[in-house]
């Protein structure tokens, strides 16, 4: 399996215990695009994905490990040994729309995004979006960018599952913004809100 060209992710894997669940997240790569083509074009995560081209050609340019360089990081995630899904993160500030949004609703200069995706149907709905979640915000985005202050994600105001998830994890809400594609919830994270569990 080849490995991300992304300097931060190379040869990187992470695992976190989380009651009853132990995942693992591993830099995206190239044998995983297939995957990531299947899961995005499942109709329930179509629908949340903004418009965005989930052709094999658009989730080729947008995701391969050879893309055009950029902050974002992928990553794949097993549970048991089997992969459940996909989260990432990346500076706010190099997305500068959302980024102004956010920063008006309150949130810290130094916050990291995350977006993420349960891919496979049958995990859905049992709290393993939110273990998920927990665990990659504990020990990648916070483990690894420690100038990150906060940890947020701006779901579709209507995606009560993917808000749920980050409020049950600890997530508070900052607000609402509107754009041409819909309305956002922005939900924010603090680094001290980390527990030593």
Avoid at 53 to 74: K, L, M, T
Wanted: aromatic share 10%.
């Amino acid at each position: 399996m080849e490995t991300s060209d992304h300097p931060a992710l190379a040869d990187r894997s992470f695992t976190r215990k989380t009651p009853g669940m132990e995942f693992e997240f591993r830099p995206l790569a190239e044998d995983d695009l297939a995957t990531m083509h299947r899961w995005l074009n499942d109709p329930a995560v179509v629908r949340w994905w903004e418009g965005d081209d989930v052709s094999w050609e658009g989730v080729v340019r947008d995701y391969a490990p050879d893309r055009e360089p950029d902050s974002q990081e992928h990553y794949i995630a097993a549970l048991d040994g089997e992969d459940v899904g996909w989260i990432s993160c990346g500076p706010v500030a190099d997305w500068p729309d959302e980024s102004i949004e956010w920063s008006e609703l309150g949130a810290d200069e130094e916050v990291g995004g995350i977006d993420y995706l349960i891919g496979d149907p049958d995990r859905r709905g049992q709290g393993v979006g939110s273990a998920m979640i927990r665990a990659f915000v504990r020990d990648i985005a916070f483990g690894e960018h420690h100038e990150w202050t906060q940890v947020g994600a701006d779901p579709a105001e209507d995606n009560s599952g993917s808000w749920g998830a980050l409020a049950s994890v600890g997530f508070r809400q900052l607000g609402t913004y509107g754009d041409d594609d819909g309305e956002w919830r922005v939900m924010v994270f603090d680094r001290s809100q980390l527990s030593s569990d």
